[in-house]
């Protein structure tokens, strides 16, 4: 059983608020990621980070930003939420394994903004 | 870079049909292969992986063999249940450390 947690899992709020998106993990992985899911299900890397004070910018053009101060914990933040910031967002985390290499998800939250 | 390619859903299935779920990639090197499961209302789950050509990764009655000549991961099972209904992932890793996944393909099975 993996352990990566996300919170909230499910939040609905208001267009123009700040909003940040925790994730945590107990593996001690350096690595860790951010995907941004459409409805259609397709996985987009938003961000992602190799270790503390590392954050990268991944394909899809976010207007988030995320920040890693500790190696467990790697929010990502909404300054100001908009309906087109409407999705499932998830985090992950891996080890650096080279080729083999795979990655731990959490559970995700679902974000709806009005 | 690395590419990924599933075959598009929904696959529509009645339970203890044979179930074929296609994936090609591209990736230069020696990738490893991965085969991930995301049930309703939750992140994603490994489901199987195979890290070198004529691998078979099997799990939970999924199997999915590396073919390297033709560049192919296909996800099998004999006879699926209703709890199998899911949207699954086909992922390629070579050296660069990042997953590499398809556009998911959502399998429902009907009792």
């Known amino acids: 059983e993996a352990d990566i947690y996300q919170t909230p899992r499910y939040l609905v709020i208001g267009t123009g608020k700040k909003i940040t998106l925790e994730c945590s993990q107990t593996?001690?992985?350096?690595?860790m990621y951010w995907y941004q899911q459409d409805p259609g299900m397709e996985l987009h890397l938003i961000h992602y980070?190799?270790?503390?004070?590392?954050?990268e910018k991944g394909d899809l053009s976010s207007e988030s930003t995320v920040s890693r101060i500790r190696t467990e914990h790697f929010p990502l933040t909404l300054e100001s939420a908009r309906p087109s910031h409407t999705s499932q967002y998830l985090c992950?985390?891996?080890?650096?394994?080279?080729?083999?290499?795979?990655?731990?998800f959490g559970q995700g939250t679902r974000l709806t903004v009005v | 870079g690395n590419s990924v390619t599933q075959m598009e859903g929904p696959v529509t299935l009645s339970e203890e049909a044979f179930l074929t779920i296609n994936c090609t990639y591209t990736?230069?090197?020696?990738?490893?292969l991965f085969w991930y499961v995301q049930y309703p209302g939750e992140g994603l789950q490994l489901l199987l992986k195979?890290?070198?050509?004529?691998d078979k990764g099997s799990n939970k009655g999924f199997e999915a063999t590396y073919r390297k000549e033709t560049t192919s991961f296909h996800l099998e099972k004999g006879s699926v249940q209703v709890s199998d209904s899911a949207v699954y992932f086909c992922?390629?890793?070579?050296?660069?450390?990042?997953?590499?996944f398809g556009g998911g393909t959502r399998l429902m099975v009907k009792p």
């Open positions: 992950a985390s891996s080890e650096d394994r080279g080729r083999y290499t795979e990655a731990f």
């Open positions: 593996m001690g992985h350096d690595k």
């Open positions: 980070s190799y270790g503390v004070n590392s954050t």
């Open positions: 990736a230069t090197g020696y990738p490893s």
């Open positions: 195979a890290t070198k050509a004529d």
């Open positions: 992922a390629v890793n070579n050296a660069g450390n990042m997953l590499t």
